[in-house]
């Protein structure tokens, strides 16, 4: 899609009203940079030139006064009628895009803030998720533990010298613990799935 294309869909797409301003605002700023006319909401108004004013002076006073229009005309394009009636008389666009920013402030603010609290609350989610499943885990652990210590048992056999000697003796085999690991498994794919 060529720049112009971008600029004529984006004009066209939706005009500023109290409900959209951050998509206006985004949408104007992706227009600006297409034309190359970003720059001119930072940049002031040279002087106005006079009879001996030289002639870059004059070019440059000239090449702002047709960009600001340039500027001010898009921004009005894409504004509700209502919003365009109000600003239209502004002289610079900085001093429109100025307006339009105070005027919508409060709406910014307020969607920045419930913004959070939806960030907020799917931590809260997401965490409350993460400790049930660690206490889960925590409690498979255990019982694994305890089946592990279930299967060792203590031993006093004699020595061949007369004297007592503890030796351990481990119940089962490999296959129990393969057992074991497989019902963990089966639990944790069973919590993934929501059952």
Not at 24 to 33: A, E, P, R, T
Not at 134 to 150: H, R
Request: contains cysteine; proline residues 2%; charged residues 30%.
């Amino acid at each position: 899609m060529s720049s112009s294309n971008l600029v004529t869909a984006l004009l066209s797409n939706e005009k500023l009203t109290r409900d959209n301003y951050m998509k206006w605002k985004s949408n104007m700023n992706i227009v600006l940079i297409c034309v190359n006319h970003m720059f001119f909401l930072n940049e002031e108004c040279p002087e106005v030139p006079n009879a001996t004013t030289a002639e870059t002076a004059k070019e440059k006073y000239d090449g702002w006064i047709l960009s600001n229009n340039k500027v001010k005309s898009y921004m009005l394009a894409i504004m509700s009628d209502v919003l365009r009636k109000k600003l239209e008389n502004d002289e610079t666009a900085y001093g429109i895009w100025e307006s339009v920013q105070e005027m919508f402030r409060q709406q910014f603010d307020k969607e920045h803030v419930l913004e959070m609290i939806n960030i907020l609350h799917d931590v809260e989610i997401h965490s409350a998720l993460i400790y049930e499943r660690t206490q889960t885990f925590e409690s498979l652990n255990k019982i694994s533990i305890k089946v592990g210590e279930a299967s060792i048992v203590e031993s006093k056999p004699t020595s061949s010298s007369g004297k007592s000697k503890k030796r351990k003796s481990v119940k089962g085999n490999d296959k129990d613990k393969d057992k074991q690991t497989e019902k963990t498994q089966q639990v944790f794919k069973h919590e993934e799935q929501g059952c």
